[in-house]
């Protein structure tokens, strides 16, 4: 099983930075897929971003290409999403989980961190 955590949510206004961490604790963390959800206020989760285990393969929603980087620090145990040029419409609760099969069946999930992005 494993734990986790993310952080780095807040409030920011539209076309500025924020970059969110999900550490990891429990079994290895390199033998995990790793993905970013996010939930807005009466919308369906929706994928964000997924990154393979060694972080050398990487997918985006369209929504989103260009402006956020997933990536990864396989010896922290920590995945990151760097999120650039936000929108209002990037307002959000953001999720991170963790696969041992797939990219497309995610077991473990964080609790989420609310990302505000005024206008």
């Known amino acids: 099983q494993v734990q986790l955590v993310e952080s780095g949510g807040g409030l920011v206004q539209a076309g500025g930075s924020l970059r969110l961490s999900c550490a990891a604790s429990g079994r290895t963390f390199s033998s995990y897929y790793m993905g970013w959800f996010r939930q807005a206020p009466g919308k369906e989760r929706e994928f964000v971003a997924a990154?393979?285990?060694?972080?050398?393969?990487?997918y985006y929603a369209d929504s989103i290409k260009g402006r956020f980087t997933i990536s990864r620090d396989n010896a922290k145990n920590t995945v990151y999403l760097q999120m650039n040029s936000l929108k209002p419409e990037d307002t959000a609760v953001y999720y991170c989980?963790?696969?041992?099969?797939?990219?497309?069946?995610?077991?473990?999930w964080g609790q989420g961190t609310q990302v505000t992005v005024s206008s």
């Open positions: 989980a963790a696969s041992t099969r797939s990219y497309g069946d995610y077991q473990y």
């Open positions: 990154i393979s285990r060694s972080g050398g393969t990487t």
